[in-house]
DNA sequence: ATGGGCACCTGGCTGC
DNA sequence: TGCAGCCAGGTGCCCA
């Protein structure tokens, strides 16, 4: 599910319910997430209080007194606020139980997500450490798009989707992207014109800052943390598109496969 | 350094 | 109805 706009909804739905909130207790109900969670953790977390709730790439860190939660979404979480008492089902696999009476509910059937308690500086985690600049921060520019493209032979979109590049973009977005930005998800990095670049990176902004506006791309699983799903989908010119014919120039979308991802794009319109 | 492929896991859909 | 096969929003790791 989650890409970089579906994470920050899900950061935005937490913030007022969690912030300054204190954790009464971790309940840990499957732990075999992507890596096993720790028996240790729930007794590391419970009694402290929640400072903050930050985002870096798609993972989320939850700031507490004496440590951060570095929690990852995989490819079918999601994070909820419900009453404590809420039943659970299916996939549920930890609870956050605030002092509020409410929890944070975390439900993966995959299981590809995962959670992470960390003290120190959590940009110092292996899995921070090397992580790309975020999409929608002045760093990620056109200069920046061109000079790591120079010398990659590389197809695009995969450079787009890989995050010691940038961040946060995952196959939706860099498909979503590549349509806006009219150019083909097969050219190589490296014969991208300034101008194309320039166009990228643009086009990567405006489709994250649109998707995190109506909450988030929902296919099939993803809702945000209040259970809502996300509008973006209504939005999308070529992702599970195939064969329909472009919103644009009524051409058919083709799809194809890359690094065993599903691409899509307009042969008319993309270049 | 770069690029490619696999692995982890469950569920939903298609076609025989 | 059952079952095999394929596909799905991510990404760390291993190999060439």
Aim: overall charge positive.
């Amino acid at each position: 599910m989650p890409e970089l706009p579906e994470v920050e909804t899900t950061r935005r739905g937490i913030e007022p319910h969690a912030v300054g909130r204190k954790i009464v207790a971790l309940q840990l109900y499957e732990p075999r997430l992507r890596w096993r969670v720790p028996d240790e953790l729930p007794g590391l977390v419970a009694g402290q209080r929640v400072l903050h709730a930050k985002r870096r790439a798609k993972y989320l860190l939850v700031e507490l007194e004496s440590g951060t939660l570095l929690l990852h979404l995989g490819m079918s979480g999601s994070l909820r606020v419900l009453p404590a008492d809420t039943p659970r089902l299916t996939h549920d696999h930890f609870d956050l139980i605030l002092d509020s009476g409410n929890t944070l509910r975390f439900n993966d059937p995959r299981r590809f997500g995962s959670l992470h308690y960390v003290t120190g500086d959590p940009g110092e985690h292996p899995l921070l450490a090397k992580l790309a600049p975020e999409p929608l921060d002045p760093a990620f520019n056109a200069d920046y798009l061109w000079r790591i493209t120079r010398r990659r032979r590389v197809a695009i979109k995969q450079l787009l989707m890989n995050s010691r590049l940038v961040v946060g973009v995952g196959n939706i977005y860099a498909n979503e992207a590549l349509f806006r930005a009219k150019v083909r998800p097969r050219r190589q990095a490296r014969t991208l014109t300034r101008v194309e670049t320039g166009r990228i990176v643009r086009a990567v902004k405006s489709v994250l800052a649109m998707a995190i506006r109506v909450g988030g791309t929902t296919l099939r699983d993803y809702v945000g943390a209040d259970g809502q799903p996300g509008y973006f989908r209504q939005k999308l010119y070529v992702y599970e598109r195939n064969a329909q014919p472009c919103r644009t120039c009524r051409t058919p979308v083709r799809q194809l496969t890359q690094g065993q991802r599903s691409t899509y794009y307009c042969p008319t319109c993309q270049k």
